[in-house]
Nanobody
Framework: QVQLVESGGGLVQAGDSLSLSCAAS????????MAWLRQAPGKERDFVAG????????RYADSVKGRFTISRDNAKNTVYLLMNRLKPEDTAVYYC???????????WGQGTQVTVSS
């Protein structure tokens, strides 16, 4: 069993940066791939970024590539999402999740709101 708690969301202006954190409980965190997803109002939940258990392999949605960076600290049971050059279209609830397989997730956090004003 893994419990996830996101933090770091807020209201920022376009071009600003924001860093999200996801604290995990559970002994299996360090052996699991993790991901960030987001859901904008009226839209489906979309993949944003993923990282393997070791932190050596990352992948990103095309819409955030070059602006967002995912990282993890297994000693702290935490995964991070650094978001630079934010755009209004990045506005969404951001969720961290434990990846079970390709685009399949078995544990979710409660989400944190990110709002980017123009």
């Amino acid at each position: 069993q893994v419990q996830l708690v996101e933090s770091g969301g807020g209201l920022v202006q376009a071009g600003d940066s924001l860093s999200l954190s996801c604290a995990a409980s559970g002994r299996t965190f360090s052996s699991r791939a993790m991901a960030w997803l987001r859901q904008a109002p009226g839209k489906e939940r979309d993949f944003v970024a993923g990282i393997n258990w070791r932190g050596s392999i990352t992948r990103y949605a095309d819409s955030v590539k070059g602006r967002f960076t995912i990282s993890r600290d297994n000693a702290k049971n935490t995964v991070y999402l650094l978001m630079n050059r934010l755009k209004p279209e990045d506005t969404a609830v951001y969720y961290c999740a434990v990846e079970l397989g390709a685009d399949v997730y078995d544990y979710w956090g409660q989400g944190t709101q990110v709002t980017v004003s123009s």
